[in-house]
């Protein structure tokens, strides 16, 4: 009975069985602290260091914290169903992909998430790097760089392999100083140079653009790193021990605490290029250029711990959405497996080489997704689930839809996805081919016109394809 109990409780906490109320361990404070802890590391800097290559200071806090918290509210508007049932949206998901089409798009979108965490380890070696030469320790970033890398990994999967209550303890050391830390370096950088200096800055990268393109340009970023979140957000949420708590602790950590990191990148590339000339992202090399080599140690927290907090959560978050569609693979295993990938993903490198297009290709397959399951949640269900079907018991068999794809589904996440690469902007080729990016940007526009067409399907013949499971309701 003993082994049983374990195993059922394994399969609840790192597994895909529903959370109940008495098993739900988080509070506000731990699911805002987790979170966070999970958003902020040094992709932050990155995020706002590419952005104010475009904007002046003022646009640049504009954009960042606009698109950043409408974006986020808007997509966490379904943790609510999520502490309600004790599910994540991978559950849900499969009443609008399938069962099968979940476990595909899951695979797919935990492989694209997963180059954030190759960007981390990276940026994680090269800030350690250049820690040691401002103390005279000069290591060669040839071989360096992969091996402190694979070990950034390495600490966050020991944090991942232990579960929420590991996680749910370090963060809640780790984002109190990280928040603390973060103050702490917007004021240095204003002291070390003039705020009316940084005020003064004009871009530089322009490319012949108008103001208003530089603005979308950089707010495609904000938007695209909103949404990075969306697929990965409504997993934690179901260990929340109410659904205020949930969402707020979700909202407030991805649309505030978050944005605020990336405008202190934003800051700090500001006030590096004031006294250098030049736009820097690592937070080392800035803060050492800015305030000298004893505050660079700060970096020990903004960079090392920030970033293998942010793997642990990380990897935890992405193994459980695998898991959704994989159920019967082990959580260790998943683990194990992802903690390989990165790895190989950090010693290659080549995701910091392309930044700005992975960021946007990734949202461009999870804004079809948002915008999906909103209208889903909102109008096409009204909030109605079938559990038995989400989970394949014998005899509910709704959601198995054709072979296990609903057709419908996939079908509005691949048109969107396609028009908006051809007709709308190409993150691969940075091109914008039509004046509607100026107004919902391109990875907006995925998720407006992904939720539009399954909407539309909704009000045609495939209604009864789509809600199959309307006689197999127990739940309201």
């Known amino acids: 009975m003993g082994k049983n109990a374990d195993y059922i409780r394994q399969e609840t ?14 509070t506000f404070i731990d699911l805002l602290l987790s979170t966070s802890g999970f958003a902020i590391a040094t992709w932050c800097y990155t995020q706002g260091a590419y952005g104010a290559q475009f904007l002046t200071f003022k646009q640049l806090l504009i954009n960042i914290f606009c698109f950043n918290i409408v974006w986020i509210i808007i997509e966490c508007i379904p943790v609510l169903f999520a502490v309600r049932y004790g599910i994540d949206l991978w559950i849900w998901l499969r009443s609008v992909l399938g069962a ?7 695979t797919i979108i935990s492989l694209a998430n997963f180059g954030w965490y190759a960007v981390a380890a990276n940026l994680f070696s090269s800030s350690m790097i250049n820690l040691a030469g401002n103390f005279g320790l ?5 071989i360096w760089n992969p091996v402190l890398g694979t070990l950034c990994v390495v600490l966050g999967t020991l944090i991942a392999l232990g579960g929420p209550d590991v996680i749910k303890w370090t963060n809640r050391f780790l984002v109190t100083a990280l928040l603390i830390v973060g103050a702490i370096v917007v004021g240095l950088c204003f002291t070390a140079v003039p705020l009316s200096d940084i005020a003064a800055v004009k871009p530089v990268v322009d490319n012949g653009n108008s103001s208003l393109v ?20 409504l997993v934690m949420p179901r260990l929340a021990r109410s659904e205020r708590s949930g969402f707020w602790g979700t909202a407030i ?15 700090m590339a500001f006030a590096m290029y004031v006294k250098t000339g030049i736009y820097e992202s690592d937070p080392t090399a800035m803060l050492s250029t800015l305030c000298g080599s004893g505050f660079a140690l700060l970096s020990l927290l903004m960079v090392a711990f920030a ?8 990897s935890y978050v992405n193994c459980m959405i695998v898991k959704s569609g994989m ?14 990938y990165v790895s190989g993903l950090t010693i290659w490198g080549g995701v910091n080489d392309h930044f700005g297009a992975f960021i946007s290709l990734a949202a461009y397959i999870q804004g079809p997704i948002i915008g999906m399951t909103l209208v889903d949640y909102l109008i096409v269900k009204k909030r109605k689930l079938s559990l038995k079907s989400a989970y394949g018991l014998d005899g509910h068999d709704a959601y198995k839809f054709t072979g296990g794809f609903n057709f419908v589904g996939i079908g509005c996440l691949i048109i969107a996805f396609v028009v908006s690469m051809l007709f709308v902007y190409n993150p691969m080729t940075g091109i914008i081919h039509s004046d509607i990016f100026l107004f919902t940007t391109g990875s907006g526009f995925t998720a407006i016109f992904g939720g539009l067409l399954y909407l539309i399907a909704s009000i045609t013949p495939l209604k009864k394809y ?3 499971d309307r006689d197999d309701l127990e739940i309201v």
């Open 253 to 267: 950590s991805y649309g505030i605490v978050a944005p605020f990191f990336v405008a202190a990148g934003g800051v």
């Open 307 to 314: 970033n293998v907090g942010t793997q642990g959560t990380g």
């Open 214 to 233: 530089n603005f979308m340009l950089s707010a495609e970023g904000n938007v695209a790193f909103a949404f990075s979140w969306s697929t990965q957000a």
């Open 100 to 106: 099968k089409g979940v476990a595909v798009i899951a």
């Open 327 to 340: 159920p019967k693979v082990s959580y260790k295993l998943l683990v194990i497996i992802a903690m390989v």
């Open 466 to 468: 789509m809600l199959r």
């Open 13 to 26: 906490v790192t597994g895909v069985v529903p959370m109940l109320k008495k098993d739900r361990q988080y």
């Open 138 to 142: 000069h290591l060669n970033p040839d």
